[in-house]
Structure formats: structure tokens, C-alpha cells
């Protein structure tokens, strides 16, 4: 049976290439898309979730709207570094047209908790921003825990420094509470955060050849990415390229053996100097039943090459 799939966005541009990268993969099939803050408000992110699945010829995918702000604060603000990364529409500046296409009515949360009841462990949830909503989820029905397959996000640093700070990855520095929540929720999870991403990268080499391509997919992805990769020249020049955060969350639902992961009970800071630091728990370091796994190694060549198969495959088809 294929497996159903929820990408939780905040819309920006990894998070573009990572629904191609969904909506390229035959094993999966895209249900939905549930909106939140982050790279964009999360208005922006929304229109642009709706956009970019309608250029890439998928307009049936669903997009419900989710949490607008942190579960502590009643307002959210996008960082300037985002803006930078991403452009001021997420999307590297590039303009594509508004879809005709609205949000669904029924709120993200609600629709989570439904696929997680409907689908059970056929369902993948992949958050590739704040965990707001699957920590909101997760409130409103904790039985969901038990009922849907393993969530796949993309957040945190257990091996290597943060990125908003020396301890902190920008998705659960968004909301540290919410990501704490989920971590000791005994959830299935799997953390796909710097320590891996960072060692996937895209460079104008990839890009090129999705321009070659001669299709306005094509060319949108590569205008995005190449936005993208400009930024990291400023932000990482040491790296060569553009992280693949997005993803690679994608990749390793689709298929886990991608990476290599450690079995771990974590947790995140919520209090003092460390506010937002992703570490294992002491409380359940010797409970064997570890809920969470954290990815330490990647196949980067082998996630690289499936990246540009299938984004590649898909965008081939829009002329």
C-alpha cells in the first residue's frame, strides 16, 4: 500500500524542493500540506504551498492552514536572515502566478488528527518547520501518538553546533516548547537535523541541468535554488553549496535507509541560557524503549542522485 503523506511547511525554498521531492516519489502519496510560520508568515506560506504544487501540475494537493505563531507567544515576526535566505516571498523573489485554489476549511490540526485515525501507521508526517501544529495536535488528541507511523522532521543538532545559535536549530528555536512536547510525547520521530543535512548539498552544476530541461518547472526550481545558493555563498561559504534540510526529511520518509540513526530518548530546553537545545534525556537514558532516532550519517551521494531523479522526473513533465 503506498504510504500517505503530510509535509508541514513553512514555505521557503527547501521547502519547495522538498515537495517536489514528494511529488516525485512514486512510494508516496501526497495528502496534504499543512501551513505554519517560519522562513514566511504564515499567510505567505500558504499561497506559495498553493502556487507551487499547481506549477508542478498537482493542484489536488490539499493545503490547510495551521498555527500562525509559537505555542508562548501570540505573534510571530520573520527573521531578517530568513528573508535573506529565502527572498521576501519565500520563494527567492521569483514571481509564479497565485493559484485559484484556497485554503481547505478545516483547520491543520484537525486534519492531522483525522489522517493519523484514518490512516494509521500508513501515515507519514514530515515537519520541515516550527512543530507547532503536531505539538497542538498532540493536545487535542494524544491517542495519535499510538495510531500514525513514524514523523519524520526536519529540526535540531545533537553532534554538531546550531545555526541560530551554538546550541539552537532555527525550526526548534521557532518553538522550543512545542518541539519538547513532541520529543518526550513517546511519538515515533526521527530527527533529521544539521548534523546531516549540512552534508547534502546542491550546487549550480544541479540547478543547470533542471534550466535544460526547457520547462517552466524546470526553470522555477533552478531560478529558487540558485536564489538559495547565493545566500549560502554569503551565510556558509565554507559549505559549496546549499543544504538540502527539506529534503532529506523527505528522503529518509521515503526511504530510511538513506541515513544511519541513533536510537535516543530526547528532549529540548526550554528554560535558561539553553533554551532551544536538542539533547538526550537523562530521565529516560536507560528506558529501552526509545521512541526517537536521531540521524548521524547520510548517504549524501545516494540521497543526491535520488533527489535529482525524481525532482528531475517531475519536473520533466511540465512543459
Known sequence: MTKKLILDLDTGIDDTLAIAYALGSSEVELIGITGTYGNVLLEQGIRNSLAVTDLLGHPEVKVYQGLPHASTTDSFNVKPISAFIHGENGIGNVDIPDSQRMPE??????????????????????????????????????????HMGNIVLMGGALTVCGNVSTWS????????????????????????????????????????????????????????????????????????GCGLHDPLAVGVAVDPTLVTTLPINMQVDVEGPTRGRTIGDNTRLNDPNKTMQVAVQVDANRFLKEFMFRIGGLAAQQV
Open 105 to 146: 476549511t478545516e483547520s491543520a490540526i484537525d486534519f492531522i488528527i483525522d489522517a493519523a485515525k484514518t490512516f494509521g501507521q500508513d501515515l507519514l508526517y514530515v515537519p520541515t518547520g516550527p512543530l507547532t501544529n503536531i505539538a497542538a495536535a498532540l493536545k487535542k488528541a494524544p491517542e495519535i501518538k499510538d
Open 169 to 240: 536549530e532555527a525550526n526548534i528555536s521557532q518553538d522550543p516548547d512545542a518541539a519538547d512536547l513532541l520529543f518526550r510525547s513517546g511519538a515515533d520521530a526521527t530527527m533529521i537535523g544539521l548534523d546531516v543535512t549540512l552534508q547534502t548539498l546542491l550546487t549550480y552544476q544541479e540547478t543547470k541541468q533542471w534550466r535544460d530541461l526547457g520547462t517552466k518547472a524546470g526553470n522555477f526550481l533552478a531560478d529558487v535554488t540558485d536564489y538559495y545558493i547565493k545566500a549560502y555563498e554569503t551565510t556558509s561559504p565554507h559549505l559549496g
